[in-house]
């Protein structure tokens, strides 16, 4: 009985504190809630438009309002790991997972209590030609967020034993990657159409060899070149634009012309050569089998900065592809091309899918496959043949509005993630100076015709192959064979 009556006291004592907290709390539901704006209807509201600013020293801030109590804002540069220097391969890698372990005004100590008290996420990416940081915040915590990513890569500690974990986690990372048959054969892939040890050819992914000789001297060397107003894009989605500007001049106005001896490092060889490249990756000590042949055959593409670009995304599109088990049961793209025509028919198929890798002025366009090594021949040929069937057969009208209307949707859908709409505005103004309306994109992929399709697949299959192959045969006479059945298909380069 007493311990009943111990804890009833404890209880009501408990009650007594949440409700007088509660009544010290309370706002009248007549007055508004401190630091929320003011709700208005939706047609009060100005329709969101991607507005852009340059600073006098030349980096520019692009936003879009959303509305929300969430923002996100990003730094993009052109400073990706293309640039690096022949003998500091994988600096951009070891900077991703340096980028936010501290830096003067943000000790390595005060990140995660700084993260989780402004309810920020914060990623960095490198990729071949862009170096993306990005942090996710409630929209009070905006100037944070900025005040972070600019201080993180312009002031970071880079302290000694934040160099011997990066160094570590490249190394898990890359034990990861070569698990990975279809990351591998992406990086197998560019080294067949640039050239091994070219800047587009050489692995995006560091190995934990490269980084041993990279010191913090090279790091900071590289920041300093690199992150230079007028190489730089701040975007932001869910924010005000003119406090944006305003943050951005606080925290980025400062920085000027580079210093002698520290320009930017040049734009570097971009030339496309084609040829092939056989690996023989192995499964992992507890991978489940069974062994795999991959196969990519690809061609040379446009860039961002041609308008064909476009037809090029809905022809992607229209292939489609992906593996023989769908997660998601019917209607995950098994209408596409090359469903019904490959996976649905050829049951030896375990994965064939249609890509396009896209830069400011080149790309790749190809098609990947997968089967056991006892089909790898005939993986080949279905992959020679839907890519020669591209010339030879004019998609028809359900199948045109089909691809067009799945990626009209997919474009829609994507953008209605903060995340994803600020790497899209920070990505085309840093390529294109400007970012093109949704309803104009919209109405240019409604604009692609059939010989559309055709004309991008003849201008793109006329030039020499790229083909990376994985636990396949490459004989001495493939390249060459499948180079001059396209060059006699097309009218195009043979070897």
């Given at each position: 009985m007493a311990m009943q009556m111990r804890a009833v006291a404890r209880s009501a004592q408990g009650v007594r504190s949440i409700s007088s907290s509660a009544s010290r709390a309370a706002t009248p539901i007549t007055e508004p809630w401190p630091g929320i704006p003011e709700l208005k209807p939706f047609d009060m509201l100005e329709p969101p438009t991607t507005r852009i600013t340059t600073l006098p020293n030349g980096l520019r801030v692009a936003s879009e309002e959303k509305y929300g109590q969430a923002g996100c804002v990003a730094l993009m540069l052109d400073a990706g790991c293309m640039y690096e220097p022949a003998d500091k391969r994988g600096i951009g890698h070891m900077l991703?997972?340096?980028?936010?372990?501290?830096?003067?005004?943000?000790?390595?100590?005060?990140?995660?209590?700084?993260?989780?008290?402004?309810?920020?996420?914060?990623?960095?990416?490198?990729?071949?030609?862009?170096?993306?940081?990005?942090?996710?915040?409630?929209?009070?915590?905006?100037?944070?967020?900025?005040?972070?990513?600019?201080?993180?890569?312009?002031?970071?500690?880079?302290?000694?034993?934040?160099?011997?974990?990066?160094?570590?986690?490249?190394?898990?990372?890359?034990?990861?990657?070569?698990?990975?048959?279809?990351?591998?054969?992406?990086?197998?892939?560019?080294?067949?159409?640039?050239?091994?040890?070219?800047?587009?050819?050489?692995?995006?992914?560091?190995?934990?060899?490269?980084?041993?000789?990279?010191?913090?001297?090279?790091?900071?060397?590289?920041?300093?070149?690199?992150?230079?107003?007028?190489r730089a894009v701040l975007a932001g989605a869910g924010v005000d634009h003119d406090e944006l500007v305003a943050i951005?001049?606080?925290?980025?106005?400062?920085?000027?012309?580079?210093?002698?001896?520290?320009?930017?490092?040049?734009?570097?060889?971009?030339?496309?050569?084609?040829?092939?490249?056989?690996?023989?990756?192995?499964?992992?000590?507890?991978?489940?089998?069974?062994?795999?042949?991959?196969?990519?055959?690809?061609?040379?593409?446009?860039?961002?900065?041609?308008?064909r670009v476009i037809a090029m995304c809905v022809m992607d599109t229209l292939l489609g592809g992906g593996s023989s088990f769908s997660a998601g049961g019917p209607g995950k793209g098994m209408y596409t091309r090359l469903y019904r025509e490959v996976l649905n028919r050829h049951g030896w198929v375990d994965q064939m899918n249609a890509f396009s890798i896209t830069g400011d002025n080149q790309g790749l366009f190809g098609l990947y496959g997968a089967t056991t090594p006892d089909y790898a021949g005939s993986l080949c040929h279905l992959i020679l043949e839907q890519q020669m069937m591209l010339l030879d057969r004019k998609a028809d009208a359900t199948e045109l509005d089909r691809a067009r209307n799945q990626l009209r949707s997919t474009v829609l859908m994507n953008l209605e993630s903060r995340a994803i709409l600020c790497e899209d505005i920070g990505r085309q103004v840093l390529t294109l100076g400007e970012r093109m309306d949704v309803d104009e994109l919209c109405d240019r992929i409604s604009a692609v015709s059939s010989q559309d399709l055709q004309d991008v697949a003849q201008s793109i299959l006329s030039q020499k192959p790229s083909i990376a192959l994985l636990n396949g045969v490459a004989d001495d006479r493939l390249y060459d064979d499948i180079a001059d059945a396209f060059a006699r298909k097309t009218g195009g380069m043979s070897t």
């Amino acid at each position: 009985m007493a311990m009943q009556m111990r804890a009833v006291a404890r209880s009501a004592q408990g009650v007594r504190s949440i409700s007088s907290s509660a009544s010290r709390a309370a706002t009248p539901i007549t007055e508004p809630w401190p630091g929320i704006p003011e709700l208005k209807p939706f047609d009060m509201l100005e329709p969101p438009t991607t507005r852009i600013t340059t600073l006098p020293n030349g980096l520019r801030v692009a936003s879009e309002e959303k509305y929300g109590q969430a923002g996100c804002v990003a730094l993009m540069l052109d400073a990706g790991c293309m640039y690096e220097p022949a003998d500091k391969r994988g600096i951009g890698h070891m900077l991703d997972t340096l980028v936010f372990s501290g830096s003067e005004r943000f000790p390595a100590d005060q990140i995660v209590p700084l993260i989780q008290k402004h309810g920020l996420s914060a990623l960095s990416l490198t990729s071949r030609d862009v170096m993306m940081s990005r942090v996710d915040a409630f929209r009070g915590s905006i100037p944070t967020a900025v005040a972070m990513l600019a201080d993180n890569l312009l002031q970071p500690t880079l302290a000694a034993e934040d160099l011997a974990r990066a160094r570590a986690t490249i190394g898990f990372q890359d034990e990861d990657f070569r698990a990975d048959p279809s990351q591998v054969i992406s990086e197998v892939l560019h080294e067949a159409a640039y050239g091994a040890h070219t800047p587009l050819g050489t692995s995006q992914f560091a190995t934990l060899e490269n980084v041993q000789g990279i010191t913090e001297d090279d790091l900071r060397d590289y920041l300093r070149r690199m992150v230079r107003p007028e190489r730089a894009v701040l975007a932001g989605a869910g924010v005000d634009h003119d406090e944006l500007v305003a943050i951005a001049e606080a925290e980025f106005g400062h920085l000027g012309p580079a210093a002698p001896g520290e320009e930017p490092y040049p734009a570097p060889d971009q030339t496309y050569k084609g040829g092939i490249v056989s690996r023989s990756v192995p499964l992992a000590e507890g991978q489940p089998g069974p062994l795999m042949s991959h196969m990519s055959v690809a061609f040379p593409t446009i860039g961002w900065k041609d308008k064909r670009v476009i037809a090029m995304c809905v022809m992607d599109t229209l292939l489609g592809g992906g593996s023989s088990f769908s997660a998601g049961g019917p209607g995950k793209g098994m209408y596409t091309r090359l469903y019904r025509e490959v996976l649905n028919r050829h049951g030896w198929v375990d994965q064939m899918n249609a890509f396009s890798i896209t830069g400011d002025n080149q790309g790749l366009f190809g098609l990947y496959g997968a089967t056991t090594p006892d089909y790898a021949g005939s993986l080949c040929h279905l992959i020679l043949e839907q890519q020669m069937m591209l010339l030879d057969r004019k998609a028809d009208a359900t199948e045109l509005d089909r691809a067009r209307n799945q990626l009209r949707s997919t474009v829609l859908m994507n953008l209605e993630s903060r995340a994803i709409l600020c790497e899209d505005i920070g990505r085309q103004v840093l390529t294109l100076g400007e970012r093109m309306d949704v309803d104009e994109l919209c109405d240019r992929i409604s604009a692609v015709s059939s010989q559309d399709l055709q004309d991008v697949a003849q201008s793109i299959l006329s030039q020499k192959p790229s083909i990376a192959l994985l636990n396949g045969v490459a004989d001495d006479r493939l390249y060459d064979d499948i180079a001059d059945a396209f060059a006699r298909k097309t009218g195009g380069m043979s070897t």
